[in-house]
Each structure stands twice: as structure tokens, then as C-alpha cells.
């Protein structure tokens, strides 16, 4: 099951948070400080799965964005990595230049995707559809 989901950048500041599992949100600030330095001190030679405390985190570098994933233990790491090379594929197909603009949009894709901390959906024609109708409406 999945965790949460952080998109950071390489200064470390977290761009797109979505928990999936309570978490207080005085505590948030610190776990995901805490999720972000252990993700981006690691060199680009070592594995993007890292035990951490009682979770795993997969992460994956896309130009200056870190988009890290935190699953409980029994999750397939393989598939997860895949799950996050996919939802950059949907951005990359939805958005031409800079999402940090359309942070709404980027929630939309991700609530198609995962809904209560399991992958749903990986279809990008279908994970965009509900986007491609709020255009729609918005051109109108």
C-alpha cells in the first residue's frame, strides 16, 4: 500500500504532498525533511529503494524534480518505480511547459491514479479524462 507521495526539488523543498495513511500534520514537516535528505544525499550509482524505518521509499530524479513514493514493506518496489515512471509520462502528456503553475491539475492526475494508497489507474487516455473535460468546459 502506498504511504504517501512527495514531488521535492533538488534544493529539497517539497513541491506536491499526498498522504494516503493519517499522518498529524505537525509531523509531516519533519518526516518528510527527514524522507527528502535521506533521498537526495544518495548518489546516482546506488538503488532508489530504501528501507526506512517501518516503510520503504522509491524515489526517481526527473531533470530537477525528485518524485519519492513511501509504501509499507510488502509492496512490489519494481511495480511502484514503474507507477512513477508512468505518472511523469501523463504530465509530460498533459503539461507542454512548467506544472508547478498547475498544481491542482498534478492533484487530479495523481487522485486518478491512486485512490486510498492503491494504484487504480495506469491508462494515460483514461487518467487524462477528467482533465480533457474540465478543458472542454473551460474553453466552452
Do not use: W
Request: glycine residues 2%; aromatic residues 10%.
Amino acid at each position: 500500500m502506498i504511504k504517501f507521495v512527495l514531488m521535492v526539488n533538488r534544493q529539497g523543498q517539497t513541491r506536491l504532498s499526498r498522504y494516503y495513511q493519517p499522518v498529524e500534520l505537525s509531523r509531516r514537516a519533519q518526516l518528510e525533511a527527514d524522507v527528502v535528505r535521506c533521498c537526495l544525499s544518495r548518489r546516482r550509482e546506488q538503488c532508489s529503494f530504501v528501507e526506512y524505518k517501518d516503510f520503504k521509499l522509491i524515489y526517481r530524479q526527473y531533470a530537477a524534480l525528485f518524485i519519492v513514493v513511501a509504501v509499507t514493506e510488502n509492496e512490489n518496489e519494481l511495480s511502484v518505480y514503474e507507477l512513477v515512471h508512468n505518472f511523469v509520462e501523463v504530465l509530460d502528456k498533459y503539461f507542454s511547459r512548467v506544472i508547478m503553475f498547475n498544481l491542482d491539475r498534478v492533484h487530479i492526475i495523481l487522485d486518478e491514479m491512486i485512490q486510498n494508497g492503491h494504484v487504480v489507474e495506469t491508462n494515460r487516455n483514461r487518467v487524462l479524462a477528467p482533465l480533457s473535460a474540465l478543458d472542454k468546459l473551460a474553453d466552452g
